[in-house]
C-alpha cells in the first residue's frame, strides 16, 4: 500500500525534526552551557531515526517488489547505494579537507596516513565494525582499529544502518522469499548479521538495542500490509498526538517508555491508507523540502561545528550560537542540492548505462 499525502508528510516532518534535534543537541554540547535542557535530546532522536528507518526500507522493499515484476536483491543494494553513497563520499571529502585545514590553522599534530586508512575503512561502511572493535580493545590489535572519518562522530551509525540494510534485504530476497535455498545463503545470512547482532546485545556509544529499535519499525509495515480498514481522523489525530508525546516526553518518561509511545502512535497511524487530513496535506511540499536535506545535516553538522570553533575565536553567546545554528544548516541544504537531490538522475544514468552495454 502507497503511504498517503498525510501519512508521507507526517515521516517527512518527523526526519526533519529529528535531524534538528540531534544537530541541536550536539550544538548545544559544544556551547558547554551548564544548563542547557534535554541535554540526551540527540541520543534519543537517533532512536526515532532508527525507527523511521526500519519502517521506510520495509514498506519501500513491499511496494516496490508489488509494482515491479523484476525487483530482486540486486535492484535494492543498487537503491540503497545511490540513496546512502553519493553524500556520504562527499562528505568523507569534506571531512578531510575542513579537518586538515584546522589541524594546519591551529598547529595541532595528525596522520595524514591514518585519515587516508580512516577513508577506506569508511567508504567499505567498517567503521567501528563489531569483529575489528573486539579485537582491537580485547587483544589490544591496532591494525582493526577501525575508526569514525576525523572528527565526524555521527558516521558510526550509518555503517550500523548500512549493513542493517544488506542484512535485511538478503534475508527478504534471498531466504524469505527464495525457493531454493542453499547453505551458503545461511553463511552469508550470519555474517552480515554480524553487525545486527552486536548493536543488538552491545551498547555503543549509546544504549544497547539499536538494531531492535529498526525491526519494530519493520514490523510497523509488515502489520501494515494486512489492513484494509479506514482510519477516522479521531484516530488519526489521537495517533499524531501519541507520536508528539514519544518525541517531547523522554526527559521524564526515559527513551523505553517514550519511544514505546511513539511506536504506537506510528503504528496506528500507518496501519491504513485511506486517511487523508487536509490541512497536514498542504504542508507535503515543505515538508518534503525540510526533510530532503536532513541527511545531509547528520552527515556533516559535527564537523561543521568543529571546523567554526577551530578557526573562530567565540565568546559562546547565544547570538553565535543561532549563527552557526543557521549557517549550518544552509550548508547542509547546499550540501544536499549538490550530491542528494540529484541521486536518483545519476541512478537512472547508471541504469541506463548498464541496459546499453549489456
Request: aromatic fraction near 22%.
Amino acid at each position: 500500500m502507497t503511504l498517503s499525502f498525510s501519512q508521507s508528510a507526517i515521516i517527512h516532518w518527523w526526519r526533519f525534526l529529528c535531524s534538528q534535534m540531534v544537530f541541536f543537541a550536539h550544538l548545544l554540547a559544544f556551547f558547554r552551557w551548564k544548563d542547557y535542557p534535554l541535554p540526551s535530546m540527540g541520543s534519543y532522536a537517533v532512536l526515532i531515526f532508527f525507527i523511521l528507518s526500519g519502517f521506510l526500507i520495509a514498506h519501500s522493499i513491499q511496494e516496490n517488489c508489488d509494482s515491479k515484476e523484476n525487483y530482486n536483491l540486486n535492484t535494492y543494494l543498487r537503491d540503497r547505494f545511490f540513496r546512502i553513497y553519493p553524500p556520504f563520499l562527499a562528505t568523507l571529502i569534506l571531512v578531510f579537507v575542513l579537518d586538515i585545514s584546522s589541524f594546519e590553522y591551529t598547529g595541532q599534530l595528525y596522520s595524514l596516513k591514518q585519515y587516508w586508512i580512516n577513508f577506506f575503512i569508511n567508504v567499505f561502511q567498517l567503521q567501528e565494525y563489531p569483529p575489528a572493535t573486539f579485537l582491537n580493545e580485547h587483544y589490544m590489535m591496532e591494525l582493526f582499529r577501525f575508526r569514525i572519518m576525523g572528527t565526524d562522530i555521527p558516521l558510526w551509525t550509518i555503517a550500523i544502518e548500512w549493513w542493517l540494510y544488506v542484512f535485511y534485504g538478503f534475508f527478504v530476497f534471498k531466504i524469505a522469499r527464495s525457493k531454493q535455498l542453499q547453505p551458503f545463503h545461511w553463511i552469508l545470512l550470519a555474517g552480515l548479521a554480524l553487525s545486527p547482532l552486536y548493536y543488538m546485545f552491545v551498547s555503543a556509544r549509546m544504549e544497547k538495542g539499536l538494531t531492535l529499535y529498526w525491526f519494530l519499525g519493520t514490523l510497523i509495515a509488515l502489520g501494515r500490509l494486512k489492513s484494509t480498514t479506514s482510519l477516522n481522523r479521531k484516530t488519526f489525530l489521537l495517533s499524531l498526538i501519541t507520536m508528539l508525546a514519544g518525541t517531547c516526553c523522554f526527559s521524564w518518561m526515559g527513551y523505553h517508555g517514550a519511544i514505546l509511545l511513539f511506536f504506537i502512535g506510528l503504528y496506528f497511524l500507518m496501519q491504513h491508507d485511506k486517511i487523508r487530513v487536509e490541512v497536514i496535506d498542504r504542508t507535503l511540499p515543505l515538508a518534503k523540502t525540510l526533510a530532503g536535506y536532513s541527511y545531509s545535516l547528520y552527515l556533516i553538522h559535527y564537523s561543521l561545528i568543529v571546523f567554526i570553533i577551530a578557526m573562530i575565536p567565540l565568546q559562546y553567546t547565544v547570538t553565535e550560537f543561532w549563527l552557526i545554528f543557521i549557517f549550518v544548516n544552509l550548508s547542509a541544504f547546499g550540501f544536499a542540492y549538490l550530491f542528494e537531490q540529484p541521486t536518483n538522475r545519476w541512478k537512472k544514468r547508471y541504469e541506463n548505462y548498464r541496459s546499453l552495454h549489456h
